[in-house]
């Protein structure tokens, strides 16, 4: 009897102290960082080669980490390929992984270096954290070797995987995340069998982490917010920005306010491949973001944000939207291109309108009013209901207005960065077939709008103010996972469009 008290008396005083403990705000870090490449290279250099070079970016990262720890942070997330950059071959690539152990054999690198084999890199990044007692977030590559009793196992004998690590603020490796959902080109990697889904608690929320190209597809992405309840997203990237809708900080804000959690976005900087744009980013709205084409220098964001956000109520993103009565404007409806996707246009052709435009299910309103009308911009709104076959297979429904590149109806959807047209007011909604919808606002020069537009319950987009700058898009992005599939034709377009986005 005195023992079962005991205990109980035990747990609830961990309980309390960790309540006691728990914070309501933390400051989040996240650094946008201009990697150092390896030289190209179509043989193996030795593990000795390729410790100098992923030193020298841990000290830029160092840097970063330093800085953020003295301002206060509690944690920085720092990009995808960070440590090493890319351009690798499964070969070229494994001179520079390690054995990254399951967090759960409870490691700190920075105390026992070589309980793991040799982990220099993981020692560092262990430091790093305890030395300046911070959460660090950092991208590295893991090996894992098989054999023939694994019928999967690849023919050189090895995984090879694209690999998130978390180490706590006493520099205790407490995640491990391999990316799921490889980009084009990552031959370099091994998928995971399964998703993995990887959270971890601290004192300051709940988390849980993935990379990149994992964003636009359920798993693990989703699950973690509706199935674990995670209060902040991790996400190290190295993203190359897609206009008109998947330019990085628009389309990560975006994700924050849809899904309803913190979101901590850390990119590479390389302008010449289109490589820009981290943020932080509530549900709410944005709180710090960084877009730069035109320096060659990295950067650290900083910002407060609440431990556990408040979620907004649960959006019905086809109740307004499937009231409306589709009249006719007498426009005539055209088709253009958006990232390769054939969209339903209609040209806005007054100062101010209610416009619907419709592609398969999928039916657009926008409610809209220009501050000026002016004769050498053209503006648009756009339907897409369809899969999605280039860089990836996935399905959407699009909402969209957008501004088009010229006069041009034919550019309506190509990528432009600046405008001049200023709108005083702006309402979109769409019947949508889904409830995971991400709503989009990019202002002129790449710029969000933080603070200046709502989401209604019943599925509106809608401006809370004049937007501070000229519009370039403003858009609702649905995803309908459960209509995913490989396309035949995905692969000649897929070569394609490599090869027009790197300018081959």
Request: charged share 20%; glycine share 6%; aromatic share 12%.
């Amino acid at each position: 009897m005195i023992s079962s008290q005991l205990l109980a008396y035990v747990a609830i005083l961990v309980f309390c102290t960790f309540q006691a403990h728990s914070l309501e705000t933390f400051i989040a870090a996240v650094y946008e960082h201009a990697v150092i490449l390896p030289n190209a290279t179509l043989t193996p250099v030795s593990r000795e080669e390729a410790l100098p070079l992923m030193n020298r970016n841990l000290d830029l990262l160092e840097g970063a980490i330093t800085s953020a720890a003295k301002q206060g942070a509690h944690i920085i997330v720092t990009p995808e390929d960070g440590v090493y950059g890319w351009n690798f071959s499964r070969d070229t690539l494994y001179p520079y992984l390690e054995d990254i152990p399951d967090p759960e054999v409870n490691w700190i690198p920075c105390n026992n270096p070589d309980r793991f084999g040799h982990t220099p890199v993981q020692e560092r990044l262990s430091c790093l954290a305890k030395d300046n007692s911070i959460y660090v977030v950092a991208n590295i590559g893991d090996k894992k070797p098989c054999n023939a009793s694994d019928p999967e196992c690849p023919p050189d004998g090895r995984y090879q995987y694209n690999t998130d690590v978390v180490f706590d603020a006493q520099g205790k490796l407490v995640a491990r995340y391999h990316k799921q959902n490889l980009f084009m080109g990552e031959d370099q990697f091994n998928a995971p069998k399964e998703p993995e889904v990887v959270t971890f608690n601290t004192t300051f929320g709940k988390f849980g982490i993935f990379t990149c190209f994992d964003i636009l597809f359920y798993d693990p992405a989703v699950t973690l917010v509706t199935d674990f309840q995670v209060d902040t997203i991790l996400f190290p990237t190295a993203w190359m920005n897609v206009l008109p809708h998947l330019s990085a900080i628009e389309f990560h804000s975006a994700w924050a306010m849809g899904m309803g959690v913190n979101f901590l976005a850390s990119n590479i900087h390389y302008p010449s491949m289109k490589m820009t744009g981290s943020g932080i980013y509530a549900p709410d709205s944005p709180r710090a973001f960084h877009y730069d084409m035109k320096t060659e220098e990295g950067k650290l964001l900083l910002s407060q944000l609440d431990s556990h956000p408040h979620h907004p109520a649960v959006v019905n993103w086809t109740s307004f939207a499937s009231g409306v009565k589709t009249l006719s404007t007498g426009n005539q409806e055209f088709n253009s291109t958006v990232f390769f996707d054939e969209f339903t246009f209609l040209e806005l052709t007054e100062v101010t309108g209610n416009y619907t435009v419709c592609q398969k299910a999928l039916c657009c309103h926008l409610s809209y009013k220009m501050s000026e009308k002016r004769s050498d911009e053209v503006y648009a709104l756009g339907a897409f209901d369809g899969l999605h076959t280039v860089e990836g297979s996935y399905y959407l429904q699009v909402c969209t207005l957008l501004k088009c590149r010229t006069t041009d109806l034919h550019t309506c959807g190509d990528s432009v960065e600046t405008a001049s047209t200023r709108f005083d007011t702006f309402s979109l909604s769409g019947t949508f077939g889904t409830q995971h919808v991400f709503p989009e606002v990019l202002l002129s020069e790449i710029q969000l709008a933080p603070g200046e537009f709502q989401v209604s319950s019943d599925g509106r987009l809608f401006s809370l103010q004049p937007p501070s700058g000229p519009v370039l898009t403003v858009t609702l992005y649905g995803r309908l996972y459960e209509k995913d599939q490989v396309s035949d034709a995905s692969s000649d377009l897929t070569a394609r469009a490599l090869r027009d986005r790197l300018g081959d």
